[in-house]
Each structure stands twice: as structure tokens, then as C-alpha cells.
């Protein structure tokens, strides 16, 4: 896919996302700006809650959005990329493209909101005093193999997707359970030694506790298990890729 | 963190480098395959760069 179309599908996806509001593209930057307040007063203000170890008074918040931002863009990466077949159906059989590389226009798509989360997210802990640590260059590359691995997933399903329809409602199902499998609203170290030691096997535990440790302990990340990351979304990524060269006559007959 | 930094740098001029080549010249109908690879490698380095020279002074 050349660049110009994939900044077009990229802009197309906004104006479609917020077509028909008032406030257009500015919801982009509303929409995090919302949801931190909100966490940030029920946690801190409402239900009093506390991290252990800390006396700062956001910082359950604080820990909340450190992975829940990275974790709503890898959930919305998969979920969007698995159905991108279908959905752009029409947009397929008109012009002729390179399927594998559709779904960039999404993980462009969820980095842009991400970024933009992440810009509000990084004001709030510079003006409440938490600050950041040297490890954040980190970030970048943690999100990179964060979006690679979610790309991988969704390009993965989206072919099968093509010839079994159910999927859609199977990876949603998967991504909530998904969800709860990570430390993001509660804190790991609660958790019996038995789970802890399980958790450690959880691709989406390796980005969002690096993360974590950047944010909220400001440490560097776990290298090995990034380097875990890294392999597993690549292996992922290739298989998908050989799975569909195998099947691309057939999903495009079917679409 | 400044060894990190300047052992990164020539990695990323590498990497674009790569993939500039790989695009440009390899004509294989499974080359996208070569891409996903090099870009793993230049991203496994990149972290294990890190282990390696984040706390190094």
C-alpha cells in the first residue's frame, strides 16, 4: 500500500469516526481528557482507593491509566484489524491493494489516539509532581512492539474471519477475559504467588508492567521479556502472512 | 542511558537502510516474510541493547 492511501484511509477513518458532531476531530483529544478526570475523581476522590506503597493521592489513578491507555489501544488494534475485511468489503473489490498492509491504516489509526492519551496522560503526571524518569525514551519502542504483536493478531483472525463470521463475536469475548488476565486495575502483588508466577506468561503483562515501571516506578522495563514480545508478535505476524498468501485467491472470492 | 542513545542511532539508520534494500530489490513473492524478520531482529537488538547498556555508565 503506498503512504498517500494510507493517510487517506487514515483521515477517512476520523471524519468517520466523529461525522456528523459538532466538535469533529476535537473528541480525539476530549474523549482521554474525560475518562482520566473521571477515573482520576471516582478512584482518588470518590472510593478513596490507595496504591500500596504510595502516599500520593492519585495514585491509583495514576496506575490505573498507565495501563489501561496502552491497553486500549492494543484491544481496539485487534478488534478493528480482525474485522477489516469485511468492513472495507466494498473499498477491496473497486480498487485493487496489497491486503496485508490494510489494516496499517488502523494501527496509524489507534497510535494517533494513543499518542494523544498519552500527551495528556504525561501533562497530568508532570503537573501533579509524579514526573518521568530516563526510561521513558523506552516508550516508543515498548508501543511499536505492542502494536506489532495486536497487528499480527487482527491480520491473523481477519483472514479466517473472511470464511468464519463468528469470530468477531469470539475475539470480543476473548478480549474481555483478556482484560481481566492483567494487572490493570488491580495491583499483581495481591495476587496469590501460584497466579504471579503464572502471570509472567501473558504477552499483554510484558507491555503493560513495562509500562507500569516506567510510569508509576519509573525504572527501565524488563528487556527479556520485551525481547519475548518482539518474537512472539514477529512469529505471529509471519505465520499470518504465509497463512494468507496460501489463502488470498480464496478471500478475495469470498469477499 | 547516553551509551543506549549513541549504540541506537546507528541501529535506526541501519534499519531504514534494510528496509529501503529489501523493498527496493528483493522481488520474492514471500518477501514480506524477510521484512516481518528484519524488523524483529532491529527490535529485538534495540531491547537488548537496553539490557545491556541502559545501566551502564
Redesign the interface.
Known sequence: MNLNLLFELTKRDFADRYSGSILGRLWVFLWPLINMAVYMVVFAKVMGAKLPGSTYAHGYGVYLMAGLIPWTAFSQTIARTSTVFLDKKPLISKVKMSL?TLPLYIVLSESIVFFVSLLIYIVFLLVSGVGLG??F??VP?IF??QQ?FAYALGFLVATLQVFIRDLKEVVGVIIFIWFWLNPIVYVAAILPEKIQSILVYNPSYWFIDAYQKIFIYQQ??N??H??YL??L???I??VS??LF?KLEKDVRDFL | MMLYLVSVVPLVVLYLLGIKLLVSQVQWAYRGLLLIGFNGLCLSLAFGLGSLLWEAP
Open positions: 496485508p530516563q526510561s525514551v523506552f519502542l511499536l512492539a506489532i527501565a522495563p528487556f527479556t520485551l525481547v518482539v518474537v508478535g514477529h512469529v505476524l509471519g502472512y504465509v498468501k
